[in-house]
């Protein structure tokens, strides 16, 4: 498996244990009757979905997707060279921008712009990494028999 693609699993771990945590101390927090904001279970959400499944999701199609040898053949035809690494920064750098800011939105102007920040970021992440794998879902070159 590629340097990148286990970075991205091994990032979805962690963010799997974090959620969990996070879960965890929610429902302790409500059983025990200590009031804790409804925006957690957000970024609880946030953590779990971004975190690791988008994560994972990522990290596993870089590693999968058929290879194009003759568009990348720096990285033996998985993907551009820096590619991988500019959607791992902006997709898990907007996820942290969200769940450290998104609670403080009413407290003024810098969590309003880092909230917008982080939503830009990983847009800008997920279009990188389909740009990425767009050009890996082909047919292929040399069917088996019986595949179209």
């Known amino acids: 498996m590629p340097f990148e693609s286990?970075?991205?699993?091994?990032?979805?771990l962690v963010a799997?244990?974090?959620?969990?945590?996070?879960g965890a101390?929610?429902?302790?927090a409500e059983s025990l009757g200590i009031a804790v904001s409804?925006?957690?279970a957000v970024e609880h959400a946030h953590l779990a979905f971004v975190g690791w499944l988008v994560n994972v999701v990522v990290g596993i199609a870089l590693?999968?997707?058929?290879?194009?040898?003759?568009?990348?053949?720096e990285t033996a035809g998985?993907?551009?060279?820096?590619?991988?690494?500019?959607?791992?920064?902006?997709?898990?750098?907007?996820?942290?921008?969200?769940i450290a800011f998104e609670p403080m939105l009413s407290a003024g102007l810098v969590p309003r712009v880092a909230v917008c920040i982080s939503a830009v970021a990983q847009l800008a992440a997920i279009l990188?990494?389909?740009l990425i794998a767009w050009q890996r879902v082909?047919?292929?070159?040399?069917?088996?028999?019986g595949v179209r």
Do not use: C, H, Q
């Not at 286990?6 to 979805?12: D, E, I």
């Not at 590693?63 to 053949?73: C, G, K, S, T």
């Not at 998985?78 to 969200?98: D, H, I, T």
């Not at 082909?138 to 028999?145: E, K, N, V, W």
């Open 6 to 12: 286990r970075l991205f699993v091994k990032t979805s």
């Open 16 to 22: 799997l244990l974090l959620a969990f945590a996070a």
């Open 25 to 28: 101390a929610l429902a302790v």
């Open 38 to 40: 409804p925006i957690w």
């Open 63 to 73: 590693w999968m997707l058929p290879l194009a040898r003759d568009r990348y053949p």
């Open 78 to 98: 998985r993907y551009p060279k820096r590619g991988p690494l500019l959607v791992y920064g902006l997709l898990n750098g907007g996820l942290v921008l969200r």
């Open 128 to 130: 990188a990494f389909a």
């Open 138 to 145: 082909r047919a292929p070159s040399r069917p088996a028999p």
